[in-house]
T-cell receptor
Framework: GIQVEQSPPDLILQEGANSTLRCNFS?????LQWFHQNPWGQLINLFY???GTKQNGRLSATTVATERYSLLYISSSQTTDSGVYFC?????????FGKGTRLHILP | DAGITQSPRHKVTETGTPVTLRCHQT?????MYWYRQDPGHGLRLIHY???????DKGEVSDGYSVSRSKTEDFLLTLESATSSQTSVYFC??????????????FGSGTQLSVL
């Protein structure tokens, strides 16, 4: 089956810093989504981004489908950005997740 | 927020007993998914449904069965629970039309402990 790899696995940053999270996938996909899981376990859909670039406030995402990767940018990090970030790819209606990047923002 | 309710929210059971988890949606979405989340593994797909009575296996389907007799409900059954099935189980829904086509939305999860 399709493989989804996220990097880095862990990231510790000071409040105000910028970060880039990467998602690589092993085969062509129908679409890609990014999620944030907060410390209470809630999973929030950040972006639905099969290709191109989207922005939502301090967050933006870019997917280059032909090269099989996506990037999530977080600017001016806040402590509320802490948690785990997952990317997920859709292939033939199966939505497969990477193992996530755990982000910890220090005050 | 997407109208997704998982029940129960927490359950403790013994090895060998049957367990059924329920996912109920009020969004009339076509697709429903069951995932399990374990440390170091992220979210792994167990089974999914693409319509009433239409289901398919995911990445880790052994030991699990599902049923979808109506659009709003998707049941996950552990026929004989084992300790390796201790996990947090998430239900998710999506549709290809409507206000958010293709986007996946999650329920709050069920914490299952098998002793």
């Amino acid at each position: 089956g399709i493989q989804v790899e996220q990097s880095p696995p862990d990231l510790i940053l000071q409040e105000g810093a910028n970060s880039t999270l990467r998602c690589n996938f092993s085969d062509s996909v129908n679409n890609l989504q990014w999620f944030h899981q907060n410390p209470w376990g809630q999973l929030i859909n950040l972006f639905y981004i099969p290709s191109g670039t989207k922005q939502n406030g301090r967050l933006s995402a870019t997917t280059v489908a032909t090269e099989r990767y996506s990037l999530l940018y977080i600017s001016s990090s806040q402590t509320t950005d802490s948690g785990v970030y997952f990317c997920a790819v859709d292939r033939d209606d199966k939505i497969i997740f990477g193992k996530g990047t755990r982000l910890h923002i220090l005050p | 927020d997407a109208g997704i309710t998982q029940s129960p929210r927490h359950k403790v059971t013994e090895t060998g007993t049957p367990v059924t988890l329920r996912c109920h949606q009020t969004e009339n979405h076509r697709y429903m998914y069951w995932y399990r989340q374990d440390p170091g593994h992220g979210l792994r797909l167990i089974h999914y449904s693409y319509g009433v009575k239409d289901t398919d296996k995911g990445e880790v389907s052994d030991g699990y069965s599902v049923s979808r007799s109506k659009t709003e409900d998707f049941l996950l059954t552990l026929e004989s629970a084992t300790s390796s099935q201790t996990s947090v189980y998430f239900c998710a829904i999506r549709d290809l039309q409507g206000r958010y086509p293709g986007k996946l939305f999650f329920g709050s999860g069920t914490q299952l402990s098998v002793l």
